[in-house]
T-cell receptor, first 112, second 112 residues
Framework: SQQGEEDPQALSIQEGENATMNCSYKTSINNLQWYRQNSGRGLVHLILIRSNEREKHSGRLRVTLDTSKKSSSLLITASRAADTASYFCAIMNSNSGYALNFGKGTSLLVTP | DTGVSQDPRHKITKRGQNVTFRCDPISEHNRLYWYRQTLGQGPEFLTYFQNEAQLEKSRLLSDRFSAERPKGSFSTLEIQRTEQGDSAMYLC??????????FGPGTRLTVL
């Protein structure tokens, strides 16, 4: 499969804690993207990391990429109740043209 | 609102009927994508347009499915002879580059 696979499937933490989600994939990639989905706002792009990059930051988000292990992680620091959502990694590789290949997602619950 | 819009937001139909969905991308975006998402899964790629040309189609897109983007602006996705297995959320996305994709709110299809 060309899609990413997230781990864990579900994660429950308290506000203020950090949340880490992992993504593994099997093919070579052009880039890996993380998206968030909740019922209120649909699917929203969070961050993109290219195959020649190892780490990127955006606000409270930190993404790492290890192409030798074919894995990525998304860290959300100082989580808030509003971070409650499903998080998906999406792979873009040269074999799939411009299609994004999504995993099944990690469901994050942040409780006050 | 200058985001991606989809119409209708919900569609209930009987098995065997035809349905058509519309997507209006962000105005300057020349790339348009259709995805399908079922409960508990990530979005699955269906097809991709660059301007009016349909450049990529997934094996998921059976011959009952057809998509068009006649003038390189809005797109339609038609499903003929709907089946219960077609019940899903149909997502449209657009982009200007091969990077971030901007998703619409989706059309939820229920086939009875």
């Amino acid at each position: 499969s060309q899609q990413g696979e997230e781990d864990p499937q579900a994660l429950s933490i308290q506000e203020g804690e950090n949340a880490t989600m992992n993504c593994s994939y099997k093919t070579s990639i052009n880039n890996l993207q993380w998206y968030r989905q909740n019922s209120g706002r649909g699917l929203v792009h969070l961050i993109l990391i290219r195959s020649n990059e190892r780490e990127k930051h955006s606000g409270r988000l930190r993404v790492t990429l290890d192409t030798s292990k074919k894995s990525s992680s998304l860290l959300i620091t100082a989580s808030r109740a509003a971070d409650t959502a499903s998080y998906f990694c999406a792979i873009m590789n040269s074999n799939s043209g411009y299609a994004l290949n999504f995993g099944k997602g990690t469901s994050l619950l942040v409780t006050p | 609102d200058t985001g991606v819009s989809q119409d209708p937001r919900h569609k209930i139909t009987k098995r065997g009927q035809n349905v058509t969905f519309r997507c209006d991308p962000i105005s300057e975006h020349n790339r348009l994508y259709w995805y399908r998402q079922t409960l508990g899964q990530g979005p699955e790629f269906l097809t991709y347009f660059q301007n009016e040309a349909q450049l990529e189609k997934s094996r998921l897109l059976s011959d009952r499915f057809s998509a068009e983007r006649p003038k390189g602006s809005f797109s339609t996705l038609e499903i003929q002879r709907t089946e219960q297995g077609d019940s899903a959320m149909y997502l449209c996305a657009s982009s200007l580059t091969s990077d971030e994709q901007f998703f619409g709110p989706g059309t939820r299809l229920t086939v009875l």
